[in-house]
């Protein structure tokens, strides 16, 4: 309210009020000189206005007098701080130690005083399960534990810029980041011991397995070179460095040799991993059964007693197949055609016929052929002779 006097009487001393510049935010009253604002004011564009005001009677010759009025525009915390970025990027290796900067975030508020003073916080937001602090006054991001990029390659994190001001004001603002790889992780076989099943007589330079690791890391600490250790002297197999195909470089026979032994080892520098390869050849039917000549001599000693004569088995035929899996048959071709000698065709056991328990000494020449079988093919080695010899002997 602006006030002035007047010592006049009547019209004389009847004053009136004006501003003498046109100032939009505010008015006076020309009867009463109260001075209104015509809209609202705003701190953060003008913090005072000087106003000239004039008092002028309505005498003849009118009379004035002018005075200045100074407002003073005091601060509400009506603004929320403003972060310098929409958003912020930043990245960090996974085995930086604690506390290590990341990042910085910075925000300002337009208000002054304890309205305009701005402190950081994840409170309410998201700081990576604890994994990152933010300093309240710098706005440095920090991180507090140890990171791990196979466990989580990036973080979204979100902080807050509070203003002192009551009520305070708050603005969020999205963090992201990204965990950089470092070589912290060998590389893992899916098991420690692999058994790998190979048919003999395989052709040379067959990929007989393909050999893997798995490496959690990324990039160029994620490249495995493979190779053979221990085990492949004579050097039978071989280990591509970058594949992992192991092929075989020799002929492969189960009668030879029916396992082989060797230690793989990936290698992502300067990290190791190693397993145990068992290679088992699988045996196929590629021998003839052996069989030589031999003789059956008996002795048929007769006594008084009754029941001497050997019913049981008294032997085998003495034949052989290097092929472990095959299935010999037994069968005589030639001189048994009275059986004398009885042959189990699947287990090679012999036994004597009863029309041999008599008094007269025999010699007889008999053919018998061995076969085998394996997946449906027969392989028939030549008869080999049997001489059978009985003696006569009298108690």
């Keep these: ?68 009025l100074e407002i003073l525009v005091n601060d509400v915390n009506d603004n929320s701080p403003v972060f310098l970025r929409d958003r912020y990027l930043g990245s960090i290796m996974e085995d930086i130690p604690t506390f290590t900067s990341v990042l910085q975030v910075s925000a300002t508020d337009r208000d002054s005083g304890l309205n305009g003073r701005v402190f950081y916080t994840f409170q309410g937001g998201e700081d990576g399960d604890g994994d990152f602090i933010i300093e309240s006054t710098s706005g440095i991001v920090r991180s507090l534990r140890r990171l791990d990029r196979e466990n989580t390659p990036v973080y979204n994190l979100q902080a807050f810029a509070v203003d002192k001001g009551v009520p305070a004001l708050k603005t969020p603002v999205e963090i992201q980041v990204t965990v950089l790889d470092v070589n912290d992780n060998p590389p893992v076989f899916e098991k420690d011991e692999f058994d790998i099943f190979v048919e003999e007589n ?25 190779q053979i250790v221990e085990g492949n002297i004579p050097e039978v197999f071989q280990l591509d460095i970058f594949s992992g195909e192991l092929t075989a470089l020799t002929d492969l026979d189960y009668e030879a040799r029916s396992e082989y032994v060797i230690v793989v080892q990936a290698t992502s520098a300067p990290l190791v991993s190693r397993a145990t390869v068992h290679i088992k050849l699988i045996d196929k039917n590629d021998n003839v059964p052996i069989l030589k000549n031999f003789q059956i001599i008996f002795n048929n000693y007769v006594t008084d007693k009754t029941n001497s004569f050997p019913s049981g088995v008294i032997g085998r035929i003495p034949a052989h197949d290097p092929d472990v899996s095959d299935q010999l048959h037994y069968s005589f071709e030639a001189g048994n055609e009275l059986n004398l000698v ?54």
Excluded: W
Excluded at 24 to 41: C, H, K, R, W, Y
């Design 1 to 68: 309210m602006i006030s002035a006097t007047d010592e006049d009487t009547g019209e004389n001393a009847r004053i009136t009020y004006f501003m003498d510049d046109s100032i939009p935010q505010f008015n006076i009253d020309p009867d009463s000189g109260a001075v209104t604002t015509q809209m609202e004011l705003d701190y953060e564009d003008q913090v005072s206005y000087t106003l000239a005001i004039t008092a002028r009677d309505n005498g003849i010759p009118q009379k004035s007098d002018t005075t200045y």
């Design 202 to 226: 395989s052709p040379i330079g067959l990929v007989v397995a393909h050999i893997s690791a798995s490496d959690p890391d990324e990039g160029s600490n994620a490249q495995i070179m493979y």
């Design 342 to 395: 009885l042959l189990n065709q699947s287990t090679e056991r012999i036994r004597l016929s009863r029309a041999l328990d008599n008094n007269r000494p025999l010699e007889a020449s008999m053919k018998i052929s061995v076969s085998g079988y394996l997946t449906l093919k027969q392989i028939q080695c030549s008869a080999h002779e049997c001489v059978v010899v009985v003696l006569h002997v009298i108690a």
